[in-house]
C-alpha cells in the first residue's frame, strides 16, 4: 500500500488541494489532516484538488499528530533544516526505497509534513522513524504543495528499482504500531518522571525527545517493545511495591 | 554551466514566476522566454518570482523558439505524452545525468518547456535532440511550475554530494568504545537479574543476548550510553535504597 500523507494543521485549502494533486500525480491515495486552521471540508481545497477531489473528499481528519499516526508502522517527519536531533536524515530517494521496501514487508507507513508557516515541532519530529530533507541550493523556498510532490514523484520513481522484497525480521517480529511505541514512550516517561530522572522540569521535553529519538533508531519489533516494557517494569516495580509495604 | 531553462510562449505571468523560484531552489539561473502571451515585464511573475526575482529581472526575450536555442548545443524538449514522433524520450533523471556529462564536457544545455495550455509543438519538438517525459500515475495534470521543479530537482540531485541518509551527531555525539557499551550491557543485565527479569535461569543468557542486539542496533551515541545508564540507575535506585532502609 502507498504511503499515507499527513498533513499537520495545514493553513490553507489551496495547499491541501496542492497537495492532493500532487498526490494523485504519483499515485498516492490516502490523506490525513491534523487540525486544518481553516476547518473540514473546505471549499477551497476540493477546488484546487480538481481532478484529484476524490482524494480530498475521503480525507480524514484528526485531533492530534499522535493520533494521525496511531496505526502506521514507518512514519517519515519532512523538515526544511537541520533540527540539532539525533535523528537520521534521509533524501527522499532514500525515503523512497525505503518505504518501498517497508509495504512490500507489509508495513503500513506515512510521510508527515508540518504546516506552511512553521513545519513540524520537535514533538512531532520525535514520533517519527527518520526525518527526510530535500536538498536544495542556497535559495530553498519549497511550498507545502511542492514538498508532497517530490516526495511522491521519489516514490512513484522508486517502484520500478526497488530491490527484491526483503524483511529484517521473521514473521514473528513485526513492527508496532505507532500506538504502541506511543505507549511504551508513555510508559517509560512516566517511570522516569515518578524516578526524578526527568530532571529539572525546564529540560524534560527536549529530555524525553532525546529518549524518544534513542528509541526511534532502534527500529524495535513488536517483541522487543513488549520485552523493553517488561525490563522497566522489573526494574521499577521492587521500589513501588517496597515503597506500599513499608 | 547549468541548464538555461526556456519558455515557449508561456501565459500566466505566475507561472513564469513560479518556473523561477523553482529554478532557484535548485540552482538554475538562466532563463529565456519566447514571446511571453502577456508582455514583458510583467508584474505578476515580479511578484510570484519573490526571493528568485533576479531570475526573472535578468530573463531574455526572443521572437521565435529556434532564436531562443540559437547558441545551445543540446536541448531537450518536455512533453506530457507520447507524439508519436521517432525520438528519444529521457526520464527527467536520466535527462540530468545527461545535462550533467555535457556541461562538463563544455557544452551550453537547455531544457524547453511548452506553455500551459498546449505544450511544444511538434516543430519546437524537431529543434531538439530528445524529450523529456515526466513518468505518472494514471492522473496527471502536471502544471508548468511543477514540470519546472521536478526536472530542476533532478539536475540538482545528479550532482548531489548529499548523502542519501546520514545521521545529525553533533561534535559530543562520539561512538562509545567496545568497553563503555559492555559497561552497559553489565550494569543493564545486573539490575535486570537483581529484579527477577532475567528468569528463568536456563533462558538467562539468550534474553541477554536479545537485550543487546537491540541496544546494538540503536547504535548509540555515547552520549545516549550515559543516558540509559542514568535511566537504569533511576529506576532501580528507590528499590533498592528503599529496601536498604526498611
Not at 512514519?75 to 512490500?104: C, D, F, M, N
Request: aromatic share 6%; glycine share 6%; hydrophobic share 45%.
Amino acid at each position: 500500500m502507498a504511503p499515507v500523507v499527513v498533513l499537520s494543521h495545514p493553513q490553507l485549502g489551496e495547499n491541501i488541494g496542492a497537495a492532493a494533486r500532487a498526490m494523485a500525480n504519483f499515485g498516492l491515495a490516502e490523506l490525513r489532516l491534523v487540525a486544518p486552521r481553516d476547518g473540514w471540508p473546505n471549499g477551497r481545497a476540493q477546488a484546487m484538488a480538481a481532478g484529484a477531489a476524490g482524494i480530498v473528499d475521503a480525507a480524514t481528519l484528526f485531533a492530534t499528530t499522535a493520533e494521525a499516526l496511531a496505526d502506521l508502522t514507518r512514519v517519515y517527519a519532512t523538515t526544511a533544516r537541520e533540527r540539532g536531533i539525533t535523528k537520521e536524515v534521509l533524501t527522499p530517494a532514500e525515503a523512497a526505497q525505503r518505504l518501498r521496501s517497508a509495504e512490500v514487508g507489509g508495513e503500513r507507513t506515512a510521510i508527515l509534513f508540518g504546516n506552511e508557516r512553521a513545519g513540524l515541532d520537535n514533538d512531532e519530529i520525535s514520533l517519527c522513524d527518520a526525518v527526510i530533507t530535500i536538498p536544495t541550493a542556497q535559495f530553498a523556498s519549497l511550498n507545502l504543495g511542492q514538498a508532497v510532490l517530490l516526495n511522491a514523484y521519489e516514490w512513484f520513481r522508486a517502484a520500478d528499482t526497488t530491490p527484491a522484497a526483503r524483511t529484517e525480521h521473521g514473521a514473528l517480529h513485526r513492527r508496532p504500531t505507532r500506538a504502541e511505541l506511543f505507549q511504551l514512550f508513555a510508559h517509560l516517561e512516566d517511570e522516569l518522571e515518578a524516578s526524578g530522572f526527568l530532571y529539572p522540569p525546564e529540560k524534560h521535553d527536549a529530555m524525553a525527545r532525546a529518549i524518544r529519538a534513542t528509541i526511534h533508531r532502534a527500529r524495535l519489533t513488536y517483541q522487543e517493545v513488549q520485552t523493553l516494557r517488561g525490563m522497566i517494569v522489573a526494574l521499577a516495580k521492587g521500589k513501588h511495591r517496597v515503597r506500599k509495604d513499608c
